[in-house]
């Protein structure tokens, strides 16, 4: 009696936490990446961040969305898809801004020192997706070239889905291949760090919030059923949230000169 009793408290608190739970799932993928946008705008630099960290976020929602035509999975991971892939594009929209104005500063100043009497600034040559130079391979002078680049892609990965979208198979590989690309999404700042041997302009704060996010969606992932893809990808990609901690303990510890930074097409990219 008492039990029953209590389900007109029981039932809404079980609902509020459900939505709770939801929200969090839709809007906490893009709470790291706050610190780490803020940090850019306030330093104006974004060589500390790792650009291909959205790409492999781009790809692996874009699948995502295209795996729910196939299999219908939860609402909440298909809106986090959307809210991730907008959020995406402001960081690279921030960083390709940051990167083309620094290349300018430096272009100008090159050419006031070479002759103070002229006048004209020569500016950096334009990147297009379209020059096909993997030199430059998402590293591209404007904005509207990753937009094109990310729609060109979708519409490949739309149609092949749209032919093959009876197949179980296929279905499966594309929900598997989603949730591995995203479990790699630590992955480009890992090698950057590495390369760098450095975790300077990288926010800690945005790691720590992979590590406690992605920890919560694992666990959300086992509790609600999804898609064994997802729980086991899931688990891969806290692995890798700990392995960057690691290197930024150990370079705190043991600080090593960074790569000196070599004006070169190869050495541009954002690693």
Not at 25 to 47: H, L
Not at 125 to 142: A, I, N
Request: with cysteine; net charge neutral; proline share 5%.
């Amino acid at each position: 009696m008492e039990a029953e009793g209590l389900d007109w408290l029981l039932v809404p608190l079980h609902q509020l936490v459900s939505w709770g739970a939801a929200g969090a799932m839709v809007f906490g993928g893009v709470v790291p990446y706050i610190p780490q946008y803020r940090d850019i705008r306030r330093t104006q630099n974004a060589e500390g961040f790792s650009t291909y960290v959205c790409l492999v976020l781009l790809v692996a929602n874009i699948l995502r969305i295209l795996f729910w035509f196939g299999r219908h999975f939860e609402s909440p991971l298909l809106w986090q898809s959307v809210v991730m892939i907008l959020t995406m594009f402001l960081m690279l929209k921030l960083c390709t801004d940051v990167r083309v104005a620094g290349e300018l500063h430096v272009k100008r100043r090159f050419f006031a020192a070479a002759d103070n009497k002229d006048e004209e600034v020569k500016f950096p040559p334009r990147r297009s997706y379209l020059d096909f130079d993997p030199h430059y391979f998402w590293h591209w002078s404007s904005f509207g070239d990753y937009v094109q680049c990310v729609l060109a892609f979708t519409g490949v990965a739309g149609y092949v889905t749209y032919l093959s979208i009876d197949s179980a198979l296929f279905v499966e590989t594309l929900g598997f291949l989603a949730v591995l690309t995203e479990a790699m999404l630590g992955v480009p700042q890992l090698y950057r760090n590495y390369r760098h041997q450095s975790t300077e302009g990288m926010s800690i704060k945005m790691v720590l919030m992979w590590t406690s996010g992605d920890t919560f969606k694992t666990a959300y992932f086992l509790l609600n059923g999804a898609p064994l893809q997802f729980s086991v990808c899931g688990l891969l990609q806290v692995l890798v949230d700990l392995a960057i901690l690691g290197q930024a303990y150990v370079f705190a510890r043991h600080p090593q000169k960074p790569v000196p930074h070599v004006a070169h097409p190869a050495s541009a990219k954002a690693l």
